[in-house]
């Protein structure tokens, strides 16, 4: 899954005294957690009900919420200050630069599109790497490797574990060291 | 993988639940306009509760293993789908007068957009409970 950065909107959106650098990563993350609760709905509703009439308008919608998603997901991770390059697996944040392996890159890349929700060693597994095989001490050495990895950019904070319900992204990201 | 059978029992169950639940929060309710006591007041509350997690319920298994020839399956597929958007469409109301004006341009879009959808849903909804009774 490839971090998609979406161009800065046109400059005909500046109004005199706009303030563009406002942060509105805590509003967006909570909107992601919405549209990713209606792609659900949707999809497990087209799953059950594939062939029914409804279902040829349901995907329509789902298309639509998807690409919302998608982009809602990009503008968080534009306003979070963090650019993951996956051609070389570096990540930049606040002016410093880091290479992470594959599998630390997916898997920061999985949690900042995914923002206020944790998720457990099994799920992280098989959504981030796609590979269920993986026992929960594995992904806990990994997470663990990427938050010392990540200390070196000032993002230590970053990965947060939620008590019985595995990790996720702390809140409180933003842009760092501007 | 459940049966039909078991399915059509676990989702009638539900209801039952659900249905009960309301009608004793309605005599509890006619008791309160009679005598205004904090233990009723309270036993409303809690029964409001009780309401909202039998309804979730009802859904969920509806949802999960109820049948999507049965109209009440598009009822309250369709009412997750209007609750859902609705509380998103509410959410990004809220937050865009706050808003720099590259996300208030965003955000408007997608306001208006999700409000067609949630009408066209609504109008699903309706056609499925002409359909049910």
Not at chain 1, 76 to 95: F, M, N, P, Q, R
Not at chain 2, 109 to 133: F, N
Request: proline share 3%.
């Amino acid at each position: 899954m490839e971090a998609r950065v979406l161009p800065t909107a046109p400059d005909l959106t500046e109004l005199p005294g706009e303030d563009l650098t406002t942060s509105a990563l805590p509003e967006v993350a909570g909107w992601i957690a919405i549209y990713e609760e209606l792609a659900s709905v949707l999809r497990s509703v087209i799953s059950r009900a594939d062939g029914s009439e409804e279902v040829h308008q349901l995907r329509r919608n789902l298309a639509f919420i998807e690409d919302r998603l998608m982009a809602w997901r990009d503008r968080h991770a534009e306003l979070a200050g963090v650019v993951i390059d996956h051609k070389d697996h570096s990540l930049t944040y606040g002016g410093k630069s880091i290479r992470l392996t594959r599998r630390e890159a997916d898997l920061l890349d999985f949690l900042l599109r995914h923002p206020k929700r944790p998720f457990t060693s099994k799920q992280l597994a098989t959504l981030a790497w796609q590979n269920s095989r993986l026992s929960d001490a594995q992904v806990r050495t990994y997470v663990m490797r990427l938050r010392s990895r990540l200390r070196e950019v000032g993002l230590e904070q970053v990965i947060t574990v939620v008590r019985n319900r595995g990790y996720g992204i702390a809140a409180s990201l933003g842009r760092g060291a501007e | 993988m459940i049966s039909p059978d078991v399915a059509e029992t676990l989702i009638g169950c539900r209801l039952m639940i659900l249905q009960s639940k309301r009608l004793m929060l309605n005599s509890a309710r006619r008791r309160l306009e009679r005598t205004d006591m904090d233990e009723l007041r309270q036993r409303v509350e809690e029964l409001r509760a009780e309401i909202d997690h039998a309804q979730h319920a009802y859904r969920q298994t509806m949802l999960g293993y109820g049948s999507p020839d049965r109209p009440e399956y598009w009822l309250v597929a369709y009412g997750r789908l209007i609750d859902a958007g609705s509380a998103l469409v509410g959410k990004l109301r809220l937050a865009v007068d706050d808003l720099p004006a590259v996300e208030r341009y965003r955000v408007s879009t997608d306001v208006e957009v999700l409000e067609a959808i949630i009408d066209q849903w609504g109008r699903s909804m309706r056609a499925s409970m002409a359909e049910a009774v």
